[in-house]
């Protein structure tokens, strides 16, 4: 029996993240940011000086690989890190008024990319595929 990708719920959504990072790739890149970075500015925009384990329960991404975002994210003038003042093991991730700057810019580039990837749907076939695809990540939280 052979295995048809195209029904395959889990390969689909790959396929969906990939294009989504491929849509937002040149968008971000001229503002100065990668697609691996904006889950990491949403959640500093939101909460500024954070920790990086408060970062890492957030967005459920492996600590190497945030460690290795933050590390560009530093280098690209983006973010500071400053010494916790009661954790010497902990430091807090401050945004630079370049990260600051970028929020409207950025949210605005996000939302281009999604619309492109939702051209050609109607408003309720969009909220929608939305909506199922939150149902199906909370199945997956569930996992």
């Not at 889990?10 to 491929?22: I, N, S």
């Not at 949403?42 to 408060?54: I, M, N, R």
């Not at 430091?91 to 370049?98: P, Y």
Request: aromatic share 6%; with cysteine; proline share 3%.
């Amino acid at each position: 029996m052979a295995f048809d990708r195209s029904h395959c719920a889990t390969y689909l959504a790959g396929q969906l993240a990939k294009g989504f990072a491929r849509s937002l790739q040149s968008r971000a890149t001229a503002l100065g940011f990668s697609p691996g970075q904006f889950p990491v500015l949403l959640e500093l925009w939101q909460e500024d000086g954070l920790t990086q384990k408060q970062l890492l329960d957030r967005l459920e991404v492996e600590q190497a690989t945030l460690a290795n975002t933050l590390m560009r994210m530093e280098r690209g003038g983006l973010i500071r890190r400053e010494p916790h003042p009661k954790d010497r093991r902990a430091q807090i991730i401050q945004l630079t008024e370049a990260g600051r700057d970028l929020e409207r810019q950025a949210i605005e580039a996000a939302a281009e990319a999604d619309a492109a990837l939702f051209d050609g749907f109607r408003k309720f076939e969009r909220e929608l595929m939305i909506e199922y695809m939150r149902m199906a990540i909370e199945n997956a939280r569930k996992l």
